[in-house]
């Protein structure tokens, strides 16, 4: 059973043959997402796993058995392996430290998602922080001024990227909100904005009902498409093929943190170009958001020694 | 122009102007709320912790009296009109060697002082086994009884759907300009026109002191600001705070706290604001408050979700002061623990208007249908979830625009709709469009807490 039927949770659904539990729209952020990684468009792999195995529900409760599922036709408790898959969720205000008034016009970003894809206008000179693809793919779509302020850099973008596609990029902190009623301007290290929306886009995987299977971006923030569909596979082979486990530590995210030795593959979530060593064993990400080989053994630790490039 | 004649006009519907409706609905009278605010309950009373409190120091002021005896008249009216919260206990935590040789001496002074609350001495050992939670430095404590954590916005709106439905008018959204005391009678001027009444009430909270003004009174308040931190789960079963060999009259300091919802709740700090719609939240605030708390557990304490700060009208004195003057009764300097005190503080004032000449006959009154809502038996519920943080349907947005909610703001605080962990991500564009429909409007127009928060275009 999994949770969400996004991209992730639709790929995993194909690959483990499970059912999908979903509230809303099956597709996710990716279903209407035309902006590409690598040559690669999200809605093109959305279609491409698309599937009406879906229940339509909330999962409010989940243990070791199954699942609590709520919808218009009641509660009732699906037997199964549970398998989260319910994408990133943007890091609060008081995690980025910005502080000040909470005036309207400050937007998660997948509410702005959802609003902008809706017809709405979320405002005139709006402000994205938080530099990846989601940011990048919304900002795609705003006829708005645009500004990112770089929190964080992008794993699979360039700057360049942005400023070849007429988004102003400021890199620095966000410090404090200010306004009234609607938000007015914004204090940043590196100086005041006007602005009356401020996108929040710095994400981290969202786990709510805590399970040990997770998927996609609820397991580890990954901006390119076709990778989130090859770590749904890599989570399928390693249920699907049991054996012993293999638990993975490393200094840069990476999914999945427990892999099943007959698998040993890991996605490490670095930019092309990182220099890795790998149970003692040095290498260098050909590509970002490497799959890398890991080696037998209970525990194998991956270390980041820099970049090449 | 004259809009209209009342028995009684309330000024401010934060929870004391609330309470006190909702005592005077009991009685065959015409009465008129008015507020600021676009809805009722916005001032001081949106941004407190709801601990309904026990001890407050010093023991002898008329709030810490107000406070012990509004403390189990506050759950009961919490149980009659259906209001959601958790009874726990206060655990004032020693963590110094010193703290251990004073600990009994403040426990027998809290025995003494608290008359029908319990108070025990707690050693080591049990506290950590029963709050796994906490720091291995808490070395003992007192555990004191009576306390609770009360759906505040599910308060706020009961008291004033009880109001309502029992006859009170509301007038929200309409600003107090002018006071004039006449014979048998005083004139209320607003921004709308005005009013006559038999007798007005001052419970303006936080502008409670300008409406004394416009009676020819004149009061300064200290602004004292408090920030609450929200994290996304609870840590413990009881409210923890540490113990002071000094502690300041003017705040009782603060504690790691909890939501009836089971969020977890740091705060509040006190530093003083010059200005009255300063609720902001600095980097210091979160310093402090993270500083003092976090060396009394030694488990994390989840995503820090949100801050959000309220301001006390903090009187001379230090202590509620309710005085009338002519027609009007005034009741200033309602900070905390003004929520606990609030039922009794309203009997005070009832009381104070019957002296005065005010005929409090008795009338039936309807009950109040308590906000049903999925999350609070989810295994036995059924709808379309649209918040799935607080586990919000659609039926419950709907039913809060119905129960009077105008604004999104309404909408989260009667629903607690975009106010998990997400924050909004998922559910926002749900709620706007949900609400617009139920509204019978275009989701352009809707506003997020009144004029000029428009939301989207």
Same mark, same amino acid.
């Given at each position: 059973m999994i949770v969400g039927a996004g991209l992730s949770g639709l790929a995993a659904a194909k690959f483990l043959r499970g059912v999908l539990v979903e509230r809303g729209e099956v597709g996710g952020f990716f279903l209407r997402d035309e902006y590409p990684v690598n040559g690669v468009r999200g809605c093109d792999l959305v279609r491409e796993f698309m599937e009406s195995n879906v229940i339509k529900g909330t999962v409010f409760e989940a243990d070791e058995g199954g699942a609590w599922v709520l919808s218009e036709e009641g509660s009732r408790y699906l037997r199964g392996t549970v398998i989260g898959a319910n994408g990133f969720r943007e890091r609060t205000l008081l995690e980025l430290g910005v502080f000040g008034s909470r005036p309207s016009g400050v937007f998660p970003l997948y509410s702005a998602w959802e609003l902008v894809n809706r017809g709405y206008r979320i405002g005139e000179r709006v402000v994205i922080y938080g530099f990846n693809h989601y940011s990048l793919s919304l900002a795609s779509k705003l006829k708005a001024e645009v500004t990112f302020i770089l929190g964080s850099g992008s794993i699979a973008h360039e700057e360049a990227e942005a400023l070849d596609r007429g988004f102003g990029v400021m890199i620095g902190a966000l410090k404090r909100i200010e306004g009234k009623g609607r938000l007015e301007a914004l204090r940043t290290s590196e100086g005041d904005l006007k602005s009356d929306a401020l996108v929040l886009a710095e994400l981290s995987p969202w786990n709510p009902l805590n399970l040990s299977y997770t998927v996609g971006n609820a397991a580890m923030i990954t901006e390119d498409p076709s990778k989130v569909v090859e770590g749904a596979k890599l989570l399928a082979s390693s249920i699907l093929s049991g054996g012993r486990r293999v638990e993975v530590i490393s200094d840069a995210p990476h999914f999945p943190r427990e892999v099943s030795e007959e698998v040993g593959r890991v996605i490490v979530g670095v930019k092309r170009g990182t220099k890795l060593r790998v149970g003692g064993v040095e290498m260098i990400a050909e590509e970002s958001y490497p799959l890398i080989e890991i080696p037998k053994g209970d525990r194998i630790r991956i270390e980041v020694m820099g970049c090449t490039e | 122009m004259m809009r209209d004649s009342y028995d009684v006009i309330v000024v401010g519907t934060g929870i004391i102007g609330l309470m006190i409706t909702y005592k005077l609905s009991h009685y065959d009278l015409r009465v008129l709320a008015i507020d600021r /605010? &676009? $809805? &009722? #309950?916005? #001032?001081? %009373? !949106? *941004?407190? @912790? *709801?601990v309904v409190h026990v001890v407050q120091l010093p023991f002898r002021s008329l709030k810490s009296k107000l406070a012990r005896s509004g403390n189990p008249e506050l759950l009961r009216i919490c149980d009659e009109l259906g209001v959601r919260y958790r009874r726990t206990s206060t655990l004032i935590l020693a963590t110094e060697p010193h703290h251990l040789l004073v600990l009994p001496l403040i426990y027998l002074y809290l025995r003494l002082n608290l008359r029908g609350f319990s108070v025990r001495l707690r050693g080591r050992g049990p506290l950590l086994r029963e709050e796994p @939670?906490? %720091? /291995? !430095?808490?070395l003992g404590g007192i555990e004191v009884g009576g306390y609770a954590v009360v759906d505040n916005f599910d308060l706020l709106y009961a008291l004033y759907e009880f109001s309502k439905s029992n006859g009170v008018e509301f007038s929200l959204g309409e600003e107090v300009r002018g006071v004039e005391q006449l014979d048998g009678s005083v004139r209320v001027i607003t921004d709308r026109g005005a009013y006559e009444a038999s007798y007005l009430v001052n419970a303006a909270g936080l502008w409670a002191d300008e409406v004394l003004k416009l009676t020819g009174g004149n009061i300064k308040f200290e602004l004292g600001k408090g920030v609450l931190l929200v994290f996304d789960r609870a840590i413990s079963s009881r409210l923890l705070a540490p113990l002071y060999l000094k502690p300041d009259p003017k705040t009782k300091g603060g504690a790691i706290m909890f939501t009836h919802d089971n969020r977890g709740l740091w705060g509040p700090n006190l530093r003083f604001t $010059? !200005?009255? =719609? =300063?609720t902001s939240a600095d980097e210091q605030d979160l310093r402090t408050l993270t500083e003092k708390f976090s060396r009394l557990i030694k488990t994390d304490a989840g995503i820090p979700i949100k801050a959000y700060a309220g301001i006390r009208p903090i009187p001379p004195g230090d202590d509620f002061i309710i005085e009338r003057r002519g027609r009007v009764i005034h009741v200033l300097g309602? $900070? %905390? &623990?003004g929520f606990t005190a609030s039922p009794s503080l309203a009997e005070l004032v009832l009381r104070m208007l019957g002296d005065s000449g005010l005929r409090l006959n008795e009338k039936p009154v309807s009950r109040r249908e308590p906000f049903r809502r999925a999350r609070d038996d989810p295994k036995r519920a059924r709808g379309h979830v649209i918040c799935a943080c607080n586990l919000v349907t659609e039926e419950e947005i709907r039913e809060a625009v119905r129960r009077g909610a105008k604004t999104l703001k309404g909408i989260f605080y009667r629903t607690g709709a975009c106010m998990g962990t997400c924050q909004g991500s998922r559910c926002l564009a749900d709620v706007l469009e949900v609400a617009a429909d139920e509204m019978g409007v275009d989701a352009r127009h809707l506003q997020l807490g009144g004029d000029g928060s428009w939301v989207v275009s």
């Open positions: - | /605010n &676009p $809805e &009722p #309950g916005w #001032g001081v %009373s !949106r *941004a407190h @912790a *709801a @939670a906490l %720091s /291995n !430095r808490v $010059e !200005r009255k =719609d =300063d309602t $900070e %905390s &623990p």
